[in-house]
């Protein structure tokens, strides 16, 4: 079993930055893929950026890619996204996510491939 928790969301201004953290328990941390996903009202989850266990391979999803960053830091069993240049499409309640795997690979992957789920923080971005 894994326990996750998000934090780090809030409102902000078009431009503006947020860095959102996701503190897990449980099993071993470095042995799971993390992601994170999004979803806004009357949309689908969808994936946002995944690492590999080791936070060496990222990847992102197009709408996020150069303006997001993916880290994490196996130290502290602790999961990171840095937004920056917020757009208010960005506005959704952000999840983190974890995915037993025995390769140090990233890639994306749908939401129902996940195994454990954060409870969610709302990032609301105003134009």
């Known amino acids: 079993q894994v326990q996750l928790v998000e934090s780090g969301g809030g409102l902000v201004q078009a431009g503006d930055s947020l860095r959102l953290s996701c503190a897990a328990s449980?099993?071993?941390?470095?042995?799971?893929?993390m992601a994170w996903f999004r979803q806004a009202p009357g949309n689908e989850r969808e994936f946002v950026a995944a690492?590999?266990?080791?936070?060496?391979?990222?990847t992102y999803a197009n709408p996020v890619k150069g303006r997001f960053t993916i880290s994490r830091d196996n130290a502290k069993n602790t999961l990171y996204l840095q937004m920056n240049n917020l757009k208010p499409e960005d506005t959704a309640v952000y999840y983190c996510?974890?995915?037993?795997?025995?390769?140090?690979?990233?890639?994306?992957?749908?939401?129902?491939?996940?195994?454990?789920w954060g409870q969610g923080t709302q990032v609301t971005v105003s134009s």
């Open positions: 449980g099993r071993t941390f470095s042995s799971f893929l």
């Open positions: 996510a974890s995915k037993s795997s025995p390769l140090d690979i990233s890639a994306y992957f749908p939401a129902n491939s996940m195994n454990y």
């Open positions: 690492i590999s266990r080791s936070g060496g391979s990222t």
